[in-house]
């Protein structure tokens, strides 16, 4: 059985096939032109868009899984977060502490108090950065990262990029990271692709 997550001839919305192995603590990192369908592609591995093809994580089908499981396995953190309350603290379980594999909100630059505050405050990084735990509080399997340091300036994208290595290394997470930051992609992935509307080309 292969541990992590098998993609299988996936087409969706006039692109692919795409075939590709995220192995458990893996890091595929995909780039390419604007508009070619990487988000799109990843919004089809979260099994949100009408797709073909097939997946399995960790030798488990996605079909006998329910959409809400695979997505809680299989976690979208998309580049731009979405908010619903009008306070931070409302977006998140009361024991979030407890279910985050590490002191996240210290190392990124937060106090208990952030709970309280508006979301109407917030920056945009500060958004990228408080999404990111709020999408890790299922302890996702596989990570699929959509341009996940866009907002963030050197100093956090570092934080960011040190504890989703920390997740792979220590906790086996998987990761499909896209990004036009290539040199982001050749510090954190193990293999890099471009993606293309047919497929995907190997740039190692």
């Known amino acids: 059985m292969i541990l992590g997550l098998t993609i299988n001839e996936l087409c969706f919305l006039q692109n692919g096939p795409y ?3 995220i192995e458990a603590g893996g890091c595929i990192g995909l780039t390419g032109m604007s508009g070619v369908g990487k988000t799109q592609f990843l919004r089809a591995v979260a099994d949100i868009i009408p797709h073909s093809g097939r997946f399995v994580l960790d030798g488990v089908n996605c079909g006998e899984m329910s959409a809400c499981e695979w997505r809680r396995r299989v976690s979208l953190f998309p580049a731009e ?4 309350y009008d306070l931070v603290g409302d977006h998140f379980p009361q024991d979030y502490g407890a279910r985050l594999r590490g002191d996240w909100l210290a190392e990124l630059g937060f106090t208990d108090d952030v709970m309280g505050w508006r979301v109407s405050r917030l920056s945009t990084g500060e958004k990228q950065r408080l999404a990111f735990m ?3 509080i299922n302890q996702p399997s596989v990570l699929l990262l959509d341009e996940p340091t866009s907002a963030l300036d050197k100093h956090y994208s570092m934080k960011l990029e040190k504890i989703i290595l920390d997740l792979r290394q220590q906790h086996h997470v998987g990761v499909v990271w896209i990004s036009h930051d290539q040199e982001q992609l050749q510090r954190v992935g ?15």
């Open 19 to 21: 075939s590709l192995v």
């Open 134 to 136: 709020r999408s890790m």
């Open 81 to 84: 977060s979405r908010w619903w």
């Open 190 to 204: 193990d293999r890099i692709y471009r993606f293309e509307k047919q497929g995907l080309q190997g740039l190692d």
